[in-house]
Nanobody, 125 residues
Framework: QVQLAESGGGLVQAGGSLRLLCEGSGGTFSNYATGWFRQAPGKEREFVAG????????RYVTSVKGRFTIARDNGKNTIYLQMNSLKAEDTGVYYC??????????????????WGQGTQVTVSS
């Protein structure tokens, strides 16, 4: 059983930056790729970025390309999401999720097996 815990959310002005962390534990975490998702008020949860265990496969949704960077430190079982040039539309609850590495990085949340509780990101305009 893999457990995930997000941290690093908060309130920031438009144009600012935040770094989210996702710490994994339990199970065989080394077999899993990780994705970041977000859910804005009144909207469905959407894929934001994903990274394979070996970091050789990285994917972003178009709206965050050039502003967000995903990375991982396997020695610390931690995945990072550096978010720069934040916009009001980036507001939402951000979740990390784990998927078996061999399944790639699909955008559909249905493929992800384990989820954290989420961390709130609020960008004021």
């Amino acid at each position: 059983q893999v457990q995930l815990a997000e941290s690093g959310g908060g309130l920031v002005q438009a144009g600012g930056s935040l770094r989210l962390l996702c710490e994994g534990s339990g199970g065989t975490f080394s077999n899993y790729a990780t994705g970041w998702f977000r859910q804005a008020p009144g909207k469905e949860r959407e894929f934001v970025a994903g990274i394979s265990w070996s970091s050789d496969n990285i994917r972003y949704v178009t709206s965050v390309k050039g502003r967000f960077t995903i990375a991982r430190d396997n020695g610390k079982n931690t995945i990072y999401l550096q978010m720069n040039s934040l916009k009001a539309e980036d507001t939402g609850v951000y979740y990390c999720a784990a998927i078996p590495n061999e399944m790639g990085l699909p955008r559909s949340e249905a493929f992800y097996e384990y989820w954290g509780q989420g961390t709130q990101v609020t960008v004021s305009s």
